[in-house]
C-alpha cells in the first residue's frame, strides 16, 4: 500500500476531496498510530509485512475487518494488489468502489531487473488480464494518462484521465536568478538505473563544465546504486536522503535546472513525468527526455530542452548549451511558470475528479 503521505493521493485527492465537502478517511497499512492531518483522518489497518504473498493475503482481513473502511460509502482504491478486495467490498458490503490507476504495472513488470527475461511477458500478461477482469465491476476508473485511459475504457465504461499534475498552491516559485556562478542541477524521486542519472554525473566530468554545474540527488536509492554514482562523479554530484513533501516544495526553488530523463520504455512513450511540471512550478528550466509526450511540451511551451535518454553525448551538449546560454535558462523558467498556472496545474484537474465522484453517486442512487 502506498505511503500515508503520497503527493497524489494524500495532498491531492484527498485534500480536494476534503474541501469539497467530503469526509475523507485515508486507509494505509505502514504500523504508524492514527492521526487527523490538514483535516484528513489517517488510520492504519495493520502492520507493515515485508512479505508480498503475505501482505496481500492479510489484506483481505485487515481492509474487510476494519469498522471504519465498513461505514463508509465509497472506497476509492490507488493499488493494484487491492482490487479483488474491491470486488469483495462491492459485493459483499455494497459499496461503491473507484480503482485509481497510478501507473502503467504491466509494462512496469517488463522492466524488473530482478524477474528473468522469459517470465517478464508471462507474469506482464496475467496482471494486465487481472487489472482488467476486476475493473469491469468498479464504477469508475481513473488513470493517469491517456493511453491507459484508452485500454481500460473497453472495460469499465466510466473511466477518466486526471493527470498528476502539481498543486501550484504548493509549490515556492524561484524568484532569484543569476548569470554567474554554479548551475544547479535537481533530480527528485527514485533514483536508479534507467533514469539517465549515471549518464548525467559522466557527462558532468567534462573539461568545458568543470566547476560550472553540480547535480543535487534528493530521493531513495540503494547503497549500490550510491557506490557507483560517487565511482562516475563524486565531485559534482551530491546525494540526499528523501525529505518530507512539504519541504521538497520550498526546496526546488533553489535550484536552476530540473532533470528528468528516463529510458526510452514503451509505457514512457506517451506519460507526463510529474516531476517536469513540478521543476517548471517552481520556475526551473527542465532537461527533460525526447519521447513524443514530453517533447510536445518542452517545445510547445518553451520551458527547456530534450535529450535522448542514456546517452551521455547528448545530455553533454545539452548541458553544455545550458552552460554557455545563461539568458536562455532564465527565459525558460519564466515560460515554465506561466505554462503550468495555464494548463498543468492539479487546480485545473481537480474538477474531472470531482465530476467523476459526483456522477457515480448520482448513478448509484438511481439504480438503488
Not at 34 to 55: M, P, T
Not at 303 to 323: F, H, K, Q, R
Not at 338 to 364: C, F, M
Amino acid at each position: 500500500m502506498h505511503p500515508r503521505f503520497d503527493p497524489r493521493i494524500f495532498y491531492k485527492e484527498c485534500l480536494s476531496l476534503a474541501q469539497n465537502g467530503y469526509t475523507v478517511v485515508l486507509a494505509v497499512r505502514d504500523g504508524k498510530d492514527d492521526e487527523k492531518y490538514q483535516g484528513i483522518k489517517i488510520i492504519n489497518v495493520g502492520q507493515v509485512c515485508s512479505n508480498r504473498f503475505f501482505r496481500i493475503i492479510s489484506n483481505f482481513y485487515y481492509i474487510l475487518a476494519n469498522k471504519t473502511i465498513k461505514n463508509s460509502d465509497i472506497i476509492h482504491i490507488h493499488d493494484p494488489e487491492l482490487l479483488p478486495v474491491g470486488l469483495l467490498l462491492r459485493y459483499l458490503k455494497k459499496k461503491i468502489v473507484i480503482y485509481d490507476m497510478h501507473e502503467d504495472l504491466p509494462g512496469q513488470i517488463l522492466e524488473k531487473d530482478y524477474l528473468p527475461n522469459y517470465l517478464r511477458p508471462i507474469f506482464s500478461h496475467i496482471s494486465k488480464v487481472v487489472i482488467h477482469l476486476c475493473i469491469r465491476y468498479y464504477h469508475g476508473v481513473i488513470s493517469a494518462a491517456d493511453f491507459l485511459t484508452s485500454q481500460n475504457a473497453r472495460y469499465c465504461k466510466k473511466s477518466i484521465t486526471i493527470w498528476n499534475f502539481p498543486r501550484v498552491s504548493q509549490i515556492k516559485i524561484k524568484t532569484d536568478f543569476s548569470k554567474h556562478g554554479i548551475i544547479n542541477i535537481l533530480f527528485i524521486g527514485n533514483a536508479y538505473h534507467g533514469r539517465s542519472l549515471e549518464e548525467l554525473a559522466e557527462a558532468l566530468k567534462d573539461e568545458r563544465l568543470r566547476d560550472k554545474m553540480v547535480l543535487t540527488i534528493i530521493g531513495t536509492f540503494d547503497s549500490d546504486f550510491y557506490k557507483k554514482m560517487m565511482s562516475i562523479n563524486s565531485q559534482d554530484v551530491r546525494m540526499v536522503s528523501e525529505v518530507k513533501y512539504e519541504e521538497l516544495a520550498n526546496m526546488i526553488k533553489d535550484y536552476d535546472v530540473g532533470f528528468v530523463c528516463d529510458y526510452s520504455y514503451s509505457r514512457n512513450e506517451y506519460a507526463i513525468p510529474t516531476k517536469l511540471l513540478e521543476y517548471s512550478a517552481a520556475g526551473l528550466c527542465v532537461l527533460a527526455p525526447n519521447t513524443p509526450a514530453v517533447n510536445k511540451i518542452v517545445k510547445e511551451d518553451r520551458i527547456g530542452i530534450c535529450v535522448e535518454p542514456g546517452n551521455t553525448s547528448d545530455i553533454l551538449m545539452g548541458l553544455l548549451y545550458l552552460s554557455n546560454n545563461r539568458e536562455a535558462i532564465y527565459n525558460f523558467c519564466q515560460a515554465g511558470v506561466q505554462a503550468v498556472n495555464h494548463k498543468y496545474s492539479w487546480e485545473a484537474q481537480e474538477h474531472n475528479l470531482l465530476e467523476l465522484y459526483q456522477d457515480i453517486i448520482t448513478l448509484h442512487s438511481r439504480n438503488e
